[in-house]
């Protein structure tokens, strides 16, 4: 199952979404993330509570635009209040979180705990074949 994570400019929450898939679904889906609007970089806040865990968001990620990646089977909205050009899929859905950006730093921490939780109740929905 190949899964996009997708958010405004891909620069925070769908690009903690993709790191943490890469290691939460591995053998279980492909993770990929995007933007509808093309960001010029990750959000250093983010790459540093991601780093703060031992994740490297910044060697293998950088903002991309819904035409960099592959057709997928799910599409997964951050919450990001626009709308969302349509990327056909079998299955979408919307986490609804906060943008932390330009908050404080234990914003950050909170939405990286709610993505990672998504992450990996994704993953059990997935093996449990509520999605397939």
Same mark, same amino acid.
């Given at each position: ?11 925070? @929450? ?10 939460? &679904? ?12 093309? &960001? $010029? ?59 932390? $950006? &330009? ?5 950050? @921490?909170?939405? @990286? ?20």
């Amino acid at each position: 199952m190949k899964i996009a994570f997708i958010c405004v400019h891909n620069s925070c @929450r769908s690009q903690m979404a993709e790191a943490f898939a890469r290691v939460i &679904g591995l053998g279980v889906f492909e993770a990929y993330s995007a933007g509808t609007h093309i &960001g $010029t970089k990750i959000n250093p806040d983010a790459v540093a509570v991601m780093r703060e865990i031992g994740v490297d968001m910044e060697l293998q990620q950088r903002p991309k635009v819904l035409q960099d990646i592959p057709p997928v089977d799910m599409v997964v909205t951050m919450g990001c209040n626009v709308d969302c050009p349509y990327l056909p899929c079998r299955h979408r859905e919307d986490w609804g979180l906060d943008d932390p $950006t &330009g908050m404080p730093v234990e914003d950050f @921490r909170r939405v @990286r705990q709610q993505v990672q939780s998504k992450v990996l109740l994704l993953r059990q929905r997935i093996e449990s074949g509520v999605l397939a």
